[in-house]
């Protein structure tokens, strides 16, 4: 079985973070494994409080993975502190980690900042360069480009400007102000469109985080680049259309939506 690693924070409802990136990995066929950034109390109407874990137990729990079942691939998250993203690229480099994708998570869905401004800045100058993939949403790349994006040649200017400035692949996900599910991915100077007919679920807590774990599964399990994005917008094409309800705000997904089981 292939493994996959994801780096990231705890979302207490289960909805998005470290529990939806095992239930997709689970989901796409991987073995799942974790590294926790932080711990945070939050439900599908917002985040109430975060407990970040100091540099030296998060390097100690990415080394218990890699010294015992090297994950084929790492999906990286929320990362709260700048200190936090420094083990992180230092202990990737030391392991030559390969197939990294990398979700510049900054604001929840439900509007509460997860990672502070200084985190960002040091996502960028450490952890872009070792990135296979990023997958910004639209808010995300403005906020890293500038940029007001409003259209599709919009997206295709700030995926080219991100993919040069950062050296790594550009998935800049589409549906905030571009009204479609269509995401654009650079590489190299070469855009491809993923076009997706938008599902009308008002219930996306962890959507971006679903996505890039699923991607990573892909990737772990030996599919290109192009391919794992493929499958990963038919996997959460199918999670969002199960229409899971739960909860007074956005809720989660329905990771589970295509398990069979005698049990059940």
Excluded at 77 to 94: C, F, K, Y
Excluded at 152 to 168: L, Y
Excluded at 237 to 251: F, I, K, R, T, V
Aim: hydrophobic fraction near 40%.
């Amino acid at each position: 079985m292939k493994t996959a690693l994801s780096i990231a924070g705890s979302d207490s409802s289960g909805g998005a973070g470290i529990q939806a990136d095992i239930k997709t990995m689970m989901a796409n066929g991987v073995y799942a494994m974790t590294a926790i950034t932080a711990m945070t109390a939050q439900n599908t109407t917002g985040v109430s409080a975060i407990l970040e874990v100091s540099p030296e137990f998060l390097r100690q729990q990415i080394d218990s993975v890699f010294q015992d079942i090297p994950p084929d691939a790492v999906k990286i998250g929320m990362v709260p502190s700048p200190a936090l993203v420094e083990v992180i690229a230092e202990r990737l480099e030391h392991y030559h980690a390969q197939r990294v994708v990398v979700d510049p998570v900054m604001v929840a869905t439900s509007g509460s900042t997860l990672s502070r401004d200084s985190a960002v800045g040091a996502m960028k100058e450490l952890l872009f360069p070792l990135a296979t993939v990023i997958t910004p949403n639209i808010p995300e790349s403005e906020a890293l480009t500038g940029r007001t994006i409003t259209t599709q040649a919009d997206m295709e200017q700030a995926a080219r400007e991100m993919a040069d400035t950062f050296g790594c692949a550009v998935l800049c996900k589409g549906g905030h102000h571009v009204h479609d599910a269509s995401d654009l991915l650079c590489v190299d100077g070469a855009c491809t469109w993923f076009h997706g007919s938008r599902i009308h679920n008002p219930n996306t807590h962890g959507t971006g985080c679903t996505l890039s774990s699923a991607i990573a599964s892909n990737l772990a399990k030996g599919f290109s680049l192009e391919e794992s994005i493929q499958r990963a917008k038919a996997y959460i094409s199918g999670a969002l259309s199960a229409m899971l309800d739960l909860g007074h705000g956005s809720g989660p997904l329905h990771h589970g939506y295509d398990l069979k089981s005698d049990m059940i």
